[in-house]
């Protein structure tokens, strides 16, 4: 079991006006809303950070929002898109490690057309980033790529570069959750990617959990970490049945699409989806922010109630 300190991080939304610009103001109320929370911010994500549909540009004016608003608050990092090669995740890191940020999230590489790479260009590629990078990195093992990152290569890349700080693991299969805490042995940090496993990677030793929930109720993400650090565990069970239920409710709604559409109708900062990604609509919104009512999430986040 690890001593390290538990925690949980949101992957942010980034806010766009309903003409597809970025919407600087509503990012700047969103952020806000989860510094006010105390949950950690990844930003420019490729899932609920539509970080594929921003320019270099917009990307690093993200960036600078989220440092005036976040930073020295809560921890803030880049976690940027799934890379086809080192230059990309290097130029991420130059821009974040420019602005401020305090970390970035190296992504698995993804080089397109079902290809997965064999151990050995793991590890060249992974080498290649961190022997140019010098800010802190976080590793990430993702089920969207088709594979995991070996553990015994993890292990390896956390003895020759003491900036990795942490891995975001997002596997469903536990047994390889299990190794991988196992051969860390506490050295970094583990978050589970997705709320679904979070009080098993707890139970196992691992420091807490990523989602895209914290986006909607980040008060309720924090409670669940806040209550186990306590030991309250039928307080921390309770609150993270309603993470599961808020959860389930955005999946089936059509995720962060969905999500945007609750929060504007519960008056809350957050914007529009930018093109590919489309509205819901107004049934699927209102549905969701009902789930939201119903679970007393508006006194939990201190809304008006």
Known sequence: MSDRRASTFVISLTAFREDGALDEAGQRG?????ASAGIGVYVGGSGSG????????????????????????VPVRAMGVEPRSAGEVIELARDAREVGLDAIQLYSLDQGHGYRPRPEELERYL??????????????????????LPSSLVARIVERHPNV???????????????????LDGRIDLHVGGPMQALTALALGAQGFLSSEGNLAPRLCV????????GELAA????????????????????????????????????????PRLPVEASVAADLAGCFEALGL???????V
């Open 165 to 183: 700080i942490g891995i975001n693991f997002t596997h469903q299969a536990l047994p390889g959750l299990v190794r991988m805490l196992e051969v």
């Open 223 to 230: 409670s669940v970490i806040e209550h186990h650090r306590r």
């Open 236 to 275: 921390r069970d309770a609150a993270f049945a309603k993470v599961l239920r808020l959860f389930t409710a955005t999946q089936r709604g059509g995720g962060m699409s969905a999500a945007k559409g609750a929060l504007r109708r519960l008056g809350l900062p957050g914007g529009w989806p930018r093109r």
């Open 127 to 148: 080498g290649d980033v961190l022997d140019a990078v010098d800010c802190p990195v976080v590793l990430s093992s993702h089920q969207a790529m088709g594979y995991d």
């Open 30 to 34: 969103h952020f806000r809303r989860l």
């Open 298 to 304: 508006r006194a939990v986040e201190g809304l008006d």
């Open 50 to 73: 539509e970080g594929y549909v921003l320019t270099r540009d917009e990307r690093r004016r993200l960036f600078e929002i989220a440092r005036e608003e976040l930073s020295g608050r």
